[in-house]
C-alpha cells in the first residue's frame, strides 16, 4: 500500500456513477471527483505526488453504498 502519491483505484460490479474523495488525517476532503462506470468496471489513477506524506482515506460513494480505504503516502 505504501506508495509516492500516485495509485489507481480499481472496482469491479459498479452499475452507475460513484462519488471519489480523497480525506487527509485530519478528516478534511482534499479531491472530489464523479467517476463513470465502463461495463460495471472502474479504474481511475490518483495523483496525490503534490500532497504532504501521510495517511489517507480513500472513499467512493454511490446510492447509500460507500467502500473506504487507506492509502500511505511517502
Do not use: W
Request: net charge neutral; with cysteine.
Amino acid at each position: 500500500n505504501p506508495n509516492e502519491g500516485v495509485f489507481d483505484i480499481v472496482a469491479d460490479h459498479i452499475e452507475e456513477n460513484m462519488k471519489l474523495q480523497v480525506i487527509d488525517i485530519n478528516g478534511h476532503v482534499i479531491h472530489t471527483e464523479m467517476i463513470s462506470s465502463s461495463q460495471g468496471k472502474v479504474r481511475k489513477q490518483i495523483d496525490l505526488s503534490e500532497k504532504a506524506k501521510g495517511l489517507y482515506t480513500v472513499k467512493l460513494s454511490s446510492k447509500g453504498n460507500v467502500c473506504t480505504n487507506k492509502v500511505l503516502i511517502q
